[in-house]
């Protein structure tokens, strides 16, 4: 599932190209690549190995379709709450694989038998995740915020797809949601545009180091007049 090899991060597969030996332990894909801008919106099903997703930065900003899928983990700092928390679902059948030389801080086979972590967890994270958590439901729940990441993005990739000046380069199929990148194929007009939205009071756009550019993330708690107020920047940018 390496989109690197596809197109350099602008398009991704859709499946494996390559046949998976059944003797795996498990596949791992990561479901939303913060750094490019990727999303898988359709997880790949029957498998011959355990798919193992880590759903971090989309993880309940979307519904997500889970059958085929061993095992899904999430940092919660994302969408849900403060670094500390991660959700983990896994299915029942691999608990019984993990080898019993992991450590049990680190076992879910354990933590599921006995209920409980084994080490003291991070209280406050968890408090305010449930918080957070509270917030959602009182929202809409997962169908709110779904539609929600539907209208903030489409504004954006829609005025970015119009723009003379700007360019989203992923795939339409495979843009993600959460973390739009985008640039003016000019590093110098890509810096200028940066200073010119912190002007503004639109703040941490620039993109990741390794890639460049710039890189819009629209989680949950972005409200839509923040994507407005950044396609108006765009606009009164490019008529300078």
């Known amino acids: 599932m390496n989109c690197e090899l596809v197109e350099k991060y ?3 597969n859709a499946r494996p190209d390559v046949a998976v030996p059944a003797a795996w332990s498990y596949l791992y894909l990561c479901s939303n690549e913060t750094v ?3 999303e898988t919106h359709v997880l790949p099903k029957d498998l ?6 880590d759903a971090s930065s989309h993880f309940l900003s979307r519904s997500i379709d889970f059958d085929g899928v061993g095992l899904v983990y999430a940092g919660a700092q994302k969408n849900i709450g403060p670094a500390g928390v991660t959700i983990v679902i896994v299915r029942d059948d691999l608990l019984d694989r993990a080898p019993k030389a992991i450590p049990s801080v680190w076992h879910y086979a354990h933590m ?9 967890p991070p209280v406050f994270s968890i408090y305010v995740t449930a918080l957070t958590l509270k917030w959602i439901k009182k929202e809409g729940g997962l169908a709110a915020m779904e539609r ?3 209208v903030r993005s489409s504004m954006l990739y829609d005025a970015l797809d119009a723009s003379k000046r700007f360019v989203a380069p992923v795939a ?3 843009r993600s949601r959460m973390n739009v990148v985008f640039d003016s194929g000019n590093a110098e007009t890509d810096a200028a545009f940066v200073k010119f939205c912190e002007a503004r009071g639109l703040m941490s756009l620039k993109g990741h180091r390794v890639r460049g550019g710039m890189r819009a993330s629209l989680y949950n708690a972005m409200p839509t007049e ?3 107020a950044l396609v108006a920047a765009m606009r009164e940018f490019e008529a300078l």
């Open 226 to 228: 923040g994507v407005e």
């Open 148 to 150: 929600r990441a539907i």
């Open 112 to 120: 599921a038998k006995h209920k409980s972590l084994f080490n003291t």
């Open 36 to 38: 490019y801008g990727n």
């Open 172 to 174: 339409k199929e495979d």
């Open 10 to 12: 602008i398009k991704m």
């Open 48 to 53: 011959p190995a355990p798919l193992v997703v």
